[in-house]
């Protein structure tokens, strides 16, 4: 089964943490993630203020952005 977890806010929510086994996270909360939203959970990706913390729209739609590519590029890979 596949899932997307659309999520709206400032900060990651905190049952994320209790939740979602094998993701790092960052002192302040933050789920940790490289610039492509790579996090060290396979096939999770991460972006926005999930990542960042409170930020401005326009760094948001970058993170969706470069994450849209890494997850393509991970969905290629994968049915190779």
């Known amino acids: 089964m596949d899932t997307v977890i659309i999520a709206i806010g ?12 094998g993701l790092t996270f960052t002192r302040k909360g933050g789920i940790e993630a490289d610039e492509g939203g790579v996090t060290a959970r396979e ?4 972006g ?9 729209v326009i760094l948001a739609m970058g993170a969706g952005k470069a994450g849209a590519v ?4 991970y969905i290629k890979e994968k049915n190779a």
């Open 10 to 21: 400032t900060s990651p929510n905190p049952l994320i943490r209790n939740t979602t086994g």
């Open 48 to 56: 926005g203020d999930a990542v960042t913390g409170a930020a401005t």
């Open 43 to 46: 096939g999770v990706f991460a």
């Open 70 to 73: 890494s997850i393509d590029k």
